[in-house]
């Protein structure tokens, strides 16, 4: 996951936090709406702080502390809980891998886990 200052089609700018799931970028939550980069900083100042922090010194320094929450999210929060109910899951990067019959437990329970910790809801794809 990473945080994105993004000027839309319509010319507002705009927060966006994204996920990258199986090659693709989905966009999890927009913070904010307006044509004035100023007013979108006005607006959210800890956001725009928080990102200007991270990417002066390293642009990819955000996107991977991210990924590192991503990773404790499903490391020690999901694959938890499904061992609790005796599904056992393989991670691979951004991937888990399960039996067929449990697909949707797994992906319900890592919708509800992203949603209480940080009332975000991704992306999540069964392939």
Excluded: W
């Excluded at 939550?29 to 002066?56: A, H, M, Q, W």
Aim: proline share 3%.
């Amino acid at each position: 996951m990473f945080v994105r200052k993004k000027k839309n089609k319509s010319g507002l700018i705009s927060f966006k936090i994204i996920n990258k799931c199986s090659g693709q970028y989905r966009v999890l939550k927009t913070i904010g709406n307006s044509k004035d980069t100023i007013e979108i900083e006005r607006l959210f100042p800890n956001v725009n702080k928080i990102v200007k922090y991270y990417k002066k010194e390293d642009y990819g320094e955000l996107a991977i502390n991210l990924q590192k929450v991503e990773a404790d999210i499903m490391i020690n929060h999901v694959v938890p809980r499904l061992a609790e109910k005796n599904i056992y899951v393989l991670t691979i990067h951004d991937s888990i891998v399960t039996l067929p019959g449990h697909a949707e437990f797994v992906k319900q329970t890592i919708l509800k886990v992203f949603n209480e910790k940080y009332g975000l809801v991704p992306t999540v794809k069964v392939k």
